[in-house]
């Protein structure tokens, strides 16, 4: 059964620093992976999907990248701004028409 | 893109009444939709899988009588909580999944609908 892992669980920054977030997947066979953004009380904004076939996607100032065989995620953000402060939520299914599977997040907060 | 609408946003409830939420994907027909659970500062939770005209699949250790999951069109699922007790309260999400064709397989979220069992 696929398990997803992200590390670190919290992470403090400086406004205008690149940064790196991770996401690990125990089950390789992926159909896709999402990442998600929420904020405090509210729902989930998707960020980016990657597909099976791919192995980046970008938007604006936010890359991710996927590893199927090293079972590895990354979101990149770049020169973060205070109003990136979210819980980011990385989540993979194995199948067409299957759950996304999610990992616990990474709560990021940005300081101006 | 597609949407995916819930209702209600937020409900507050007696212990041991039944509360309906509904999903609804508003421009797409969804064959497939997924009900999860979130408690505060823990990460999304899988309870069901709804398809469209037949028996949702529960996830271990959810309780399928007490949480009663009915899809009968491709656009709209509810989940009823039945009895409610406090520790039900929690963020509840469904996600839709298209037919073929539609977001090449992505999952649209809903809102969310925060239940609050006194």
């Known amino acids: 059964k696929q398990e997803v892992t992200q590390i670190p669980a919290a992470l403090s920054v400086p406004e205008g620093e690149n940064l790196v977030l991770n996401c690990s997947f125990t089950?390789?066979?992926?159909?896709?992976l999402q990442w998600f953004r929420q904020d405090p009380g509210k729902g989930l904004t998707s960020l980016l999907l990657?597909?099976?076939?791919?192995r980046e996607q970008t938007s604006g100032r936010l890359n991710a990248s996927l590893d199927k065989s090293s079972g590895r995620s990354t979101l990149y953000i770049a020169a973060s701004q205070p109003g990136d402060s979210a819980t980011y939520l990385c989540?993979?299914?194995?199948?067409?028409?299957?759950?996304?599977?999610f990992g616990k997040g990474t709560t990021l907060s940005v300081s101006s | 893109g597609a949407v995916v609408s819930q209702h209600p946003s937020w409900v507050i409830c007696k212990s041991g009444t039944s509360v309906k939420i509904e999903c609804r994907s508003l421009?797409?027909?969804?064959?497939?939709m997924f009900w999860y659970r979130q408690f505060p500062k823990q990460s999304l939770m899988l309870m069901a899988t709804?398809?469209?005209?037949?028996?949702?699949?529960?996830e271990q250790g959810v309780e399928k009588d007490k949480f009663l999951i009915n899809h009968a069109s491709l656009t709209l699922s509810t989940l009823t909580v039945t009895s409610a007790h406090p520790e039900d309260s929690s963020f509840y999400i469904c996600?839709?999944?298209?037919?073929?064709?539609?977001?090449?397989?992505?999952?649209?979220f809903g809102p969310g609908t925060r239940l609050t069992v006194l």
């Open positions: 421009d797409f027909q969804a064959t497939t």
């Open positions: 996600s839709a999944r298209g037919l073929a064709g539609v977001g090449s397989g992505e999952q649209f």
């Open positions: 990657i597909q099976s076939s791919q």
């Open positions: 709804s398809n469209e005209g037949s028996k949702a699949t529960y």
């Open positions: 089950d390789s066979a992926i159909y896709n």
């Open positions: 989540a993979a299914n194995n199948q067409a028409g299957t759950a996304l599977i």
